[in-house]
């Protein structure tokens, strides 16, 4: 009973954890502005006339206010600044030190349901539960910075019309730039404010640009910044390449939907056929639940879930491989 209390009280204080992480409604102007100021300081950074007390600063910048976490993360987290750049593509300002502490508690909270609830050993729920703790947040993650970044390929050729406009106007990219962070929604607008302030604090065009890429990994931005950058170096209409980069964008949005509409049968398919083991099993659960126990209470049960899950997401994975193309 008291580990199952533990769960409740790991699980409350996840929920917390997250409704602080995500609510960014007196505050969503200054973290805009901070995001901004560490891009601008990251690029600078790669730069080598930069001096290196700059670049000390940068490495010694905190990741979580508790100094044994920081320390931790510092010195064992692998690969700590990709794992900075995936949570910047969620638009959140999530931390680092906070997205380790939600690692640690998912851990935990799967750990006690494991034991209290399911009745596994402990080394077994340990196990279970650190691949569960690392494996949901990073899931989680991955697709807020998936819808993200969808989001702002949405309205993205838009965003390069409008540019286009301001350049045919007489208006420098420089405020054709300012012209669609004002006007295009988010997340475009953040992204390509974030390149206008760092202009304008005397960062380059390419550096600014190339920063935003990091955060968008998106191929359709990258064409947009490598034509930018092979214009400004041979010369030619810029107006002209960005219109016919709109055009190409179009068309490949398009040649995705048709895939999408020509493969709905399939994934509708896969869907149905995903789904019965989980309907049979909820039949037989309130048909004949003494039947089912047997897979609920049993080694043995047990042990045929575990491989029915492992065989299931095997093939769901192998399905989905089979109906996503690249364009």
Known sequence: MSTLLLGIIMGVALIILVIMLMSDNNSAQVDKRLARVKSQARALANDKKIDEKLKSFLRDQKDSDIALLDRFIKSALPQPDKLRARLERTGKNITLGAYVLINALTVGIAYVVLVAVVGRPPLQAGLFGLALGVLIPHLVVGMMGGTRI??????????????????????????????????????LSTEFGRVADAVRFGQSMDDAMWEVARRIDAPEYRFMVIAMSIQRETGGNLGETLSNLAELIRKRRGLRLKIKALSSEARASAMIIGSLPFLLFAALYFLNREYINVLLFTPGGNQLLMYAAGMMALGHGIIAKMIRFEV
């Open 150 to 187: 969808a989001n702002f390929l949405k309205h993205f050729p838009e965003a390069i019309d409008t540019m286009v406009r301001g350049l045919r106007s007489g208006l420098p990219i420089s405020e054709s730039i300012k012209a669609v962070a004002k006007e295009m929604p988010e997340p």
